[in-house]
């Protein structure tokens, strides 16, 4: 595991492998302990970086129950930095493929949006905001709109 997260790409890296490898703590690893979290999953809201393991611990759970391996991809991404403070928005595609066999079985893409501060020299994720178009008509999420 890396000592610290010099640039703010080097976070965006962890992310993604650390949710293909489904490691908790790799993945938590970029937080800060204070993290604000606005997820659009089940619980939606989490403070602090004990709430929002709970929730990475059953969603990692539930893609091992399941056999699948997460692809993260991030899309039309802009970062906006100083030496400090970094803001991130994003679209994130998440495919989840069968593990024994690589198939493809469904992808969302989701709206992201990240504060990151620099802590002892290290980017660190201090809020996140997670969303997804809704339609007005039904009042559901649109899952596939890439």
């Known amino acids: 595991m890396m000592e610290g997260f010099l640039k703010v790409e080097d976070v965006l890296e962890n992310y993604t492998t650390a949710i293909y490898e489904k ?4 993945f938590l690893s970029m937080y800060s302990p204070e993290v ?3 997820d659009c999953w089940g619980n939606w809201e989490s ?6 393991k709970e929730n990475v611990v059953d969603w990692f759970n539930g893609l091992s129950e399941d056999g699948f391996l997460l692809n993260v991809e991030f ?4 970062v906006e930095e100083n030496s400090d403070l970094a803001f991130v928005h994003c679209a994130v595609t998440f495919a989840a493929h069968q593990e024994d066999s690589s198939e493809k ?4 893409t989701n709206r992201f949006t990240y504060g990151l501060k620099k802590v002892n020299g290290s980017w660190v994720i201090a809020h996140e905001h997670s969303s997804l178009p809704i339609n007005m008509e039904t009042g559901k999420g649109i899952f596939n709109l890439r």
């Not at 490691?23 to 790799?26: L, M, P, S, T």
């Not at 403070?47 to 929002?52: E, F, L, T």
């Not at 899309?75 to 802009?78: L, T």
């Open 23 to 26: 490691d908790v703590e790799k």
């Open 36 to 38: 604000h979290i606005y």
């Open 47 to 52: 403070k602090g970086i004990s709430s929002w």
């Open 75 to 78: 899309n039309d991404q802009i």
């Open 105 to 108: 079985i469904r992808q969302i």
